[in-house]
T-cell receptor, first 115, second 112 residues
């Protein structure tokens, strides 16, 4: 079974803090993604990476950065947390090749609250 | 206008009902159409996927794609309380980045 784990289920941070969200997958997938999920807005792509040290901006990259130093680990960084970054953050991984319609495997999510 | 539109609900039905969930989209380049199910406090899991137009059936679930109308549906027959979850449609083009565009998700509650 593919396993995608995220470092924290719940996180509370203060405005202005630097926040690190970690994601690890154990299936040697090339592609990894960071989304945020907000009520009424669905999942929105923040950044994705298709290889080590490679990254591409998604639809809402402002205020975020990412790091992928190892294939299995993809980190999301909030440089200076703000209250509008309070959200559920979901990490996903995807194998290269056709698979099941390019099925993305999701982690359990991190609920981040910025006060 | 969003690329993918989905009514967020919530949708509440009695056990045993037939449920119809729908999404519309605007990008005619989409080729892969998926339905993800997300239980409370969990990440989404792929439920069904369809390539291009047509129907696909898996047990009590049927996915339909009508590319001419840019409309996809998920039908759940004999709905069960365990089907209570948020259902997200997702779609992508034929490129190889793996990027998916998600709908807003529909919250479904099946009452015993």
């Amino acid at each position: 079974d593919v396993k995608v784990t995220q470092s924290s289920r719940y996180l509370v941070k203060r405005t202005g803090e630097k926040v690190f969200l970690e994601c690890v997958q154990d299936m040697d997938h090339e592609n990894m993604f960071w989304y945020r999920q907000d009520p009424g807005l669905g999942l929105r792509l923040i950044y994705f990476s298709y290889d080590v040290k490679m990254k591409e901006k998604g639809d809402i990259p402002e205020g975020y950065s990412v790091s992928r130093e190892k294939k299995e680990r993809f980190s999301l960084i909030l440089e200076s947390a703000s209250t509008n970054q309070t959200s559920m953050y979901l990490c996903a991984s995807l194998p290269s090749g056709t698979g099941r319609g390019y099925e993305q495997y999701f982690g359990p999510g991190t609920r981040l609250t910025v006060t | 206008q969003k690329e993918v539109e989905q009514d967020p609900g919530p949708l509440s039905v009695p056990e045993g009902a037939i449920v119809s969930l729908n999404c519309t989209y605007s990008n005619s380049a989409f080729q892969y159409f998926m339905w993800y199910r997300q239980y409370s406090r969990k990440g989404p899991e792929l439920l069904m996927y369809t390539y291009s137009s047509g129907n696909k059936e898996d047990g009590r679930f049927t996915a339909q794609v009508d590319k001419s109308s840019k409309y996809i549906s998920l039908f759940i027959r004999d709905s069960q309380p365990s089907d209570s979850a948020t259902y997200l449609c997702a779609m992508r083009g034929s490129g190889n980045t793996g990027k998916l565009i998600f709908g807003q998700g529909t919250t479904l509650q099946v009452k015993p």
